[in-house]
């Protein structure tokens, strides 16, 4: 009877994840290819490949976009499309199964390293809010990390950043542990398995106040001596822009506004967010907290979006240093705020 | 041995030839499908990739190994008392059984993050993932060998007068041999790809898994896919090193005589008062 | 060894498997060096009653006796051969032939060494490092009755050891049993379904009832020996063979006596 009891489990089981793999794909494959569908409504289709193979806070303001008709206004329709990996959304745009990307900076650089034509088209953050987390209370003292041992991921963002680390700790790379993660540090600093957890902080904030309702003890890289560069940049290709250059600036001026929008209503902007997306959108507290966390890095509402020459200069000076980048390439081929105008 | 030898020689150029078909629909594909180096590279730039950076990948390789060497090792002893402690006792099996599917209906994926708070990010981790994945096969097919046993030989023993650790040893035991090595070959293609998981999850030293996230985050697709390469080879090397085991293991299921041959038999007398023909 | 008594007795054996009789108050006595055959109707007993005589199953009530000391419940002191050959895949046949030495006291060389000349001496000498796979159906019933041998048990138990084999190969078979147990001074108990088997094999033929077993008949066969071919067509074969069918099948025997 045992047995028998398990093997339903099994089937249970079995028949729950081969349900779910369906719904996924055909949830997937709906998304990725409703560009017909929209047509007698007479809006363009634009599809936004995001940076992470789970939507989170960070889709807030397309979501806003599309929820208060900013982009209906404009004439478009945005599609988010979920990339299989945290690293394939360049490849994706690159072999048009996107219009713009959502990546970070440094993907751009990449992409043009391996001679894909990837240019940014704007910025989604002002600043760099990736640093040092610790446990809600405990004191972070960059002067004395020696011997601690500091949680990071595999991504090329984190290894740019770590020398920053080490050299306003005074240690060299071996004075302190690193333990690399893939998908989270900050269940091991809760448990206290690691002394510090590096990240974006709106993630760390997010993660750590839904998990303990305390705000983490954080400390930006920025205000030890780190670039003050972007994590997050909108791309596209070089090729798509030729020839969708109007609806490039369609979508960016209406992103603009939904930023604007989801800045002033946070937690109406978050409503919208957690409607498109009720079931795997996250819980309404992690995904406020998160979207709030955002905020400060978005810069000054003046000047939302908008890139500078030298905060590209910044990321390929960080890159060569960690010898992740042999041969770095001007600003212009990196980023172009020409369809920000108008 | 001219024949044995004719015979390697067949099957080398059959291997190479497998692999020669593998490398020919990988370009096969590029080309047909217009794929770019940064989404998938040419077989040989991949396999130039690892001669090119050999000092990169030969730590990483090592440290993989290890991790991959050992979980199995571990799982494949856990599985297999596992399975002789499960079927010496019918209570035991009905409690452990089901506990053992769950163990493998859960996605290792889910448990590992716990785990690696629980244990450490150190080889300990890696070592439990790899042997979580290896154990069950072995578990299964040697529970299976000595369920398979007939219980009229055992009852044979019996009648013969057998000791019961006797019977375990000359009887029970060898029955797992097959089955153990059918359980541990799926363990050997399991136990790398666990290790990668493994050193996903958490990992203090850089290994081959980690690496394929690094050089993924920066587009460096010839770096994923020579890691990749290496990777499987680790993979295919165990599998063929524990089926080459396997063979050694149990001459009975390829040969019709032992190696080992017995002298002709002198005019030993048996036990039995023989009538002694007349002369 | 010694003394004049009968070699095996089951004295008033019953057995019940949940409240099923399956043997009643058997009572059975066999002679040294005799070779005694059991037939009857499934279900009635036979391999009950080796169980019981092996030790493997011990009976409700009564006893059975080997060279007078009562065994009942006692493993180890008959040898036992099924018609499944039970021959272990692993072992050689010299392997296999001493598996009752590794299984009690560990194989040594001189156990090897007499299995080699036992199979040999009874047409197993070009075998003996053959795994049983590579041997046919015959070969390994003969490897199975050379390891019974081998226990150097006086008393064997046969339950249809030939009843899976082609009526051939059986025969052939049949014949070197023959030759094997008049060269050797061994007490064999048989069971068959098979009336001329029994009768070309044996001293005498048991005949048990359908369930609960009981004896209906015992019949000696005063046939000479050695025996060979040729019996299985005389007259004293047939008249005893219409017999133990008339009896198996309860139909009155028209006796030409």
Known sequence: MVRFASRRLVLGIAVAAALTATVVTAAY??????????????????????????????????????????????????????????????????????????????????????????????????????????????????????????????????????????????????????????????????????????????????????????????????????????????????????????????????????????????????????????????????????????????????????????????????????????????PSSYFTNAYLKG | MSALLRKTAVRLVMAALAVGLIFGVWNLVIFAFDLKAYALPTPQDSVATIYDRWSTYQPLMLQTIKETVYGFLIGAAIGFFLGVAMSASKIVQRLIYPSLITSQA?????????????????????????????????????????????????????????????????????????????????????????????????????????????????????????????????????????????????????????????????????????????? | MNGSGPKVVVDDVTVRFDGVLALDELSLEIGRSEFVSIVGPSGSGKSTLFNVVSGLQRPSSGRVLIDGQDVTGETGHVGYMLQKDLLIPWRTVVGNIVLGAALTRGARSRDRAEAAALASRYGLGEFLDHYPHALSGGMRQRVALMRTLALKTDVLLLDEPFGALDSQTRLDMQLWLLSVYEDLEVTILFVTHDVDEAILLSDRVVVLSARPGRIMADLPITLPRPRGLDVLTSPPFMDLKREVLGLLHETPVAASR
Request: proline letters at 5%.
């Open chain 2, 106 to 279: 859960v996605p290792v994926v889910a448990v590992a993050a716990p785990l690696a708070i629980l244990l450490g990010f150190g080889l300990v981790t890696k070592l439990v993932i790899v042997a979580w994945w290896v154990f069950f096969p072995v578990v299964v097919n040697v529970l299976d060998g000595l369920a398979r046993v007939d219980r009229d030989l055992l009852n044979l023993a019996r009648v013969m007068g057998a000791k019961r650790t006797r019977t375990f040893l000359a009887i029970q035991l060898p029955a797992t041999l097959s089955p153990l090595f059918s359980g541990l070959k799926i363990g050997a293609t399991y136990a790398v790809t666990a290790a990668v998981i493994g050193e996903w999850v958490a990992s203090l030293q850089y290994g081959l898994g980690t690496y394929l996230n690094t050089a993924a985050a920066s587009l460096d697709t010839r770096g994923v896919l020579g890691a990749t390469i290496l990777l499987t080879m680790i993979g295919i090397t165990l599998f063929l090193i524990v089926a080459a085991m396997g063979i050694v293991a149990t001459p009975w299921e390829r040969r019709s005589t032992a190696r080992r041959r017995t002298r002709p038999a002198g005019e030993m007398l048996v036990g039995h008062s023989v009538e002694t023909p007349q002369t």
């Open chain 1, 29 to 330: 494959a709906s998304s990725s290819h409703s560009t017909s569908a929209n047509r007698s409504k007479g809006l363009t289709t634009v599809r936004v490949v995001f940076d992470w193979p789970g939507i989170d806070f960070e889709a807030v303001p397309l979501t806003v976009g599309n929820a208060r008709g900013f982009y209906k206004k404009a004439g478009l329709d945005v599609k988010i499309v979920i990339p299989p990996s945290t690293s394939t959304t360049v490849q994706m745009i690159a072999a048009g199964k996107g219009d713009i990307g959502f990546d970070t900076t440094t993907d751009v650089v990449f992409g043009q390293a391996a001679g894909i034509d990837v240019k940014s088209i704007a910025n989604y953050s002002q600043n760099n809010n990736w640093g040092l987390v610790a446990k809600p209370g405990a004191k972070i003292d960059i002067k004395k990390i020696k011997g601690k041992s500091i949680g990071i991921f595999t991504d090329s963002w984190t290894k740019a950043m770590m020398p920053y680390v080490l050299k306003a700790g005074g240690v060299s790379a071996s004075q302190v542990k690193q333990p690399i993660f893939s998908s989270d540090d900050i269940a091991p600093l809760l448990a206290g398995k690691i002394d510090l957890a590096t990240n974006t902080l709106n993630y760390a904030i997010a993660q750590v106040q839904s998990a303990t309702g305390k705000r983490p003890s954080v400390l930006l890289a920025t205000k030890f001596g780190a670039p003050n560069v972007p994590v997050w940049v909108y791309t596209a290709m070089n090729s798509w822009l030729k020839g969708h250059g109007s609806q490039a600036r369609k979508f960016l001026s209406a992103t603009r506004k939904a930023f604007a929008w989801s800045i002033a209503h946070p937690s109406a902007a978050v409503k919208d967010y957690l409607k498109a997306y009720p079931k795997i959108g996250g819980g309404m507290k992690y995904s406020l907290d998160g979207w709030k966390a955002t905020i400060p890095a978005l810069g000054p509402a003046n000047a939302l979006l908008t890139q500078r020459a030298s905060q590209w200069k910044q990321v390929v000076r960080a890159l060569k240093s960690v010898k992740l980048l042999s041969k770095p390439l001007p």
